[in-house]
């Protein structure tokens, strides 16, 4: 409807130049926005006011040309005002809103889908959690942030890839080498020594388990440091398997796994860090390597290569980066914990000395989970020694309400995660109330079933029953639906389709207290079905969209 409303406008822009009553090098596109006081209409413009310097005309001026020139032939538009110093206001007729109903019907699923993407390859990078231990909850918002992103983005017409990035090498995986071998011994009743800053959960001792029930004594006998190496390469490979299938369960499935330990091993963190040494931004000193990295705005040089010959994690992700550029991508986007914050500047700085566009690199920050019940912290599992794991709240509230709650607040802002909030099928619980609005509005169609009421093919004229208010404004909220999406892909927000899912949802329990769908008049039943079917509609592409379920049932 803003297109329609903006080629209106625009020829009315043509005639007055035609007429000479507007001289003006080009026709602009109008901007078009949302009054925030609905009895100012639908949409208003600021054209007439952009336009009085270019014209050399007051902004209320070219406002009254504009509107005298108005094409009022079509049902588009029941009232067009100007107001103030020369905003213009347009209000929608109910004909124009009854066949846009139409429209959104029609489109079944694919309504809120779009080309604006026109194709182009992005890459969502996220979770990429190391392989040693059990997600988190911090995880698990990170999972959903990336996997509702990147959704949002394919709806929105990108061609998009889900990677997960493997941090299968360095310090942190000797650690779970050597943790799960101290175990490991200890199960083969034999003398250990847990390491000072090993990883002490119980599934620890359960990776052990299964390791000796696969080689039985084996390890025990053999030299440390072949011992640890297997330990490691087993606990990895055991921990990766059982994040793919905690992910999966939840939802969430990539297309592609990449180990930094292949990167190591292939050659291509070398050839990463030869490149920066031809291009003189790494340098030596004290037996170390380090990236120039505060030629780029960052606030001290970094180590690639430590003194001891070992790379650092920087090294990898340099070359990790670097790959993900040489595969194609028009853009880069990476979902990191928020304790990463320091590494954008960093990891952009490389990309600039390695001739890459670090602005077609972009990093989502995610805040932290507060998980409580009642209000009461949580307390950190003995199982992870560490933290909640993301398993643990899935199974207790289920996919559906982990997936949402996760959502409801933007990906920077901390995030409070009420267990028993989750778990209430009340109108308190956000989830329950939208997908409950889903659920009733099955219930609705049962209802005309049970009655007789034969569902007739969507057509103005069964449209023409509605007209009220509560109707016309549940067609608007419905329009507002591609543009949220848009919105939510273009701002890197998936949260913006809850937001707005879960505002439909409370407009339409509102209409359903208000007014009945099935009614003693045959011409009011079938125009509301022909409106209720297209909320349903909505809310279900909307949840389906963050990844979550849309009953017919609870």
Known sequence: MKDALRDLISQALEKACADGVLSLERVPVAHLEVPRDPTHGDLASNIAMSLAKPAKMAPRAIAEVICERLDRSTDLLRDVEIAGPGFINFSFSDDAWRGRLLEIISAGDDFGSSRVGEGR????????????????????????????????????????????????????????????????????????????????????????????????????????????????????????????????????????????????????????????????????????????????????????????????????????????????????????????????????????????????????????????????????????????????????????????????????????????LARRQTAENPVFYVQYAHTRIAGIFRQAEAKGVVLLEPSLGVAAALGNEDEIALIRTLNEFPEVVEGAAAAYEPHRVVFYVQRLAGEFHRFYTRHKCVTDDADLTAGRLLLVQAVKQVIGRALRLVGVSAPDRM
């Open 121 to 420: 390859r992005v890459q969502v990078e996220f979770v990429s959690a190391n392989p040693t231990g059990p997600l988190h909850i911090g995880h698990g918002r990170g999972a959903v942030v990336g996997d509702a992103l990147a959704r949002v983005l394919a709806a929105s017409g990108y061609d998009v890839d889900r990677e997960y990035y493997v941090n299968d090498a360095g310090r942190q995986m000797e650690m779970l080498g050597q943790s799960v071998y101290a175990r490991y011994l200890e199960l083969c009743g034999r003398a250990s020594e847990f390491p000072d800053e090993g990883y002490p959960g119980d599934y620890v001792i359960d990776v052990a388990k299964a390791l000796r029930e696969r080689d039985g004594d084996k390890w025990a006998d053999a030299p440390e440091g072949e011992a640890v190496d297997a330990a490691r390469s087993f606990g990895g490979d055991l921990l990766l398997e059982r994040i793919r299938v905690d992910l999966a369960e939840f939802g969430i499935e990539f297309d592609c796994f990449t180990s930094e330990k292949a990167l190591r091993e292939d050659g291509t963190v070398s050839a990463a860090t030869e490149e920066l040494k031809k291009t003189q931004h790494l340098y030596e000193h004290e037996g170390a390597l380090w990236f120039r990295s505060t030629g780029f705005g960052d606030d001290k040089d970094r180590t690639v290569v430590k003194s001891n010959g070992d790379l650092t994690y920087f090294a990898s992700d340099i070359a990790y980066h670097r790959s993900k550029f040489t595969r194609g991508y028009d853009e880069i986007i990476d979902v990191w914990g928020a304790d990463h914050h320091g590494y954008v500047k960093r990891v952009g700085a490389a990309l600039e000395a390695l001739g890459l566009d670090s602005k077609r690199f972009r990093v989502l920050l995610v805040q932290i989970v507060n998980l409580t019940r009642d209000g009461e912290p949580v307390r950190m599992g003995k199982r992870t020694g560490e933290f909640v794991e993301l398993r643990q709240v899935v199974d207790e509230v289920g996919p559906d309400l982990a997936r949402f709650f996760f959502l409801m607040r933007k990906a920077d802002a901390q995030l409070e995660f009420d267990l028993e």
